[in-house]
């Protein structure tokens, strides 16, 4: 018997196949839900936030309005009413109707200054509570619209009522 060499009987080394990517690690699952999750978490807070902003949105444009009109036509009777109606439909949207909807009077600027962070509402009551049934030519209502604007501004989440 001859003695073979060795090296001669050892064979070429063969490469395993290559891994393949699929399937993948459980890890590459639970961060695939989790972008999922964000992404859903993020289109409904976007989604929220809209729609709470809508509401307030509509009545500064309204609000805008009504200013636009009151400089064209100087009406302080007509402007009056038109914002102290325009405060009353903000609230109904923002607080429990039951809480807002009797108000009026002495209460419903009491309320508004409650509700108002930083907001008096008490030098402009003469404009709120008794312009819109008088007619007034030298009455300046650019200090009620202002407090108006400010005071739907603080405005957050719309209430279910």
């Not at 003695?3 to 961060?31: F, M, S, T």
């Not at 500064?60 to 402007?79: M, R, S």
Request: glycine share 6%; proline share 7%; hydrophobic share 45%.
């Amino acid at each position: 018997m001859a003695k073979a060499e060795p090296l001669a009987q050892l064979r070429d080394i063969h490469l395993p196949e290559p891994v393949g990517w699929w399937p993948l690690a459980p890890g590459w699952y639970g961060l695939m839900v989790l972008i999922v999750v964000l992404i859903a978490g993020a289109a409904y807070f976007i989604y929220k936030r809209h729609v709470n902003a809508l509401p307030r949105k509509q009545a500064l444009g309204l609000l805008k309005i009504y200013k636009e009109q009151y400089e064209k036509d100087k009406n302080t009777q007509l402007a009056s009413a038109h914002v102290s109606e325009l405060l009353k439909r903000v609230a109904l949207v923002y607080y429990p109707r039951v809480e807002v909807a009797s108000m009026h009077g002495e209460a419903w600027l009491e309320f508004l200054n409650q509700t108002g962070k930083g907001i008096d509402f008490t030098p402009v009551k003469s404009m709120l509570l008794d312009s819109p049934y008088k007619s007034s030519d030298t009455l300046n209502l650019n200090p009620l619209f202002t407090r108006a604007e400010k005071w739907i501004k603080q405005r957050g989440a719309p209430c279910s009522n």
